[in-house]
């Protein structure tokens, strides 16, 4: 798994300045690149923004024992974390300079169980992209086997910085 910077701390995140001089598609780059902190999350969930493109976006990761349910499998959360995550910034790529987004809702179908230590694809698609919501859908597949674990979709909210 490629090193990705992530916020370890709260002065590694950027402030409002920072964030509303950067379109969506600037600012998912910067991160992308190293040159902006990540989100925190990923760090404790194991994943990595992957790729970035105007309405589209990839994370992956690999969940491990820490993100197991007391049954043992993987926690229904690692799978909607990741998906949130994919989603919005997805619809944060077709933002313009000023504008932020916040998730409205978002749903999550678990199609099959994970193993810890698989590699996953959390890829998302912005469908709408409008002055004051955001849609997009998005899945979870295997990078190795190709096999679908979860599907998802999300309206978000688009609002001034």
């Known amino acids: 798994m490629p090193e990705q910077y992530v916020a370890r701390r709260p002065a590694d995140l950027p402030g409002p300045e920072e964030v509303s001089a950067l379109s969506g598609l600037e600012y998912m780059r910067a991160i992308l690149e190293g040159r902006m902190a990540g989100a925190p999350i990923a760090g404790v969930m194991d994943f990595y923004l992957h790729s970035v493109e105007e309405g589209r976006v990839a994370f992956r ?30 619809v944060a790529t077709t933002l313009p300079k000023g504008r932020v987004y916040t998730t409205l809702e978002y749903k999550v179908n678990i199609t099959r169980a994970l193993k810890p230590g698989t590699l996953i694809e959390a890829e998302a698609r912005v469908t709408h992209a409008g002055r004051t919501t955001g849609v997009a859908e998005g899945w979870l597949r295997g990078v190795e086997d190709g096999k679908l674990y979860a599907t998802g979709s999300t309206t978000c909210i688009i609002m001034g910085a």
Do not use: I, K
């Open 61 to 90: 990761g690999r969940p491990a024992f820490e993100h197991l349910n007391p049954m043992g499998g993987v926690h229904g959360g690692w799978y909607g974390t990741l998906l949130d995550s994919a989603l919005g910034c997805a």
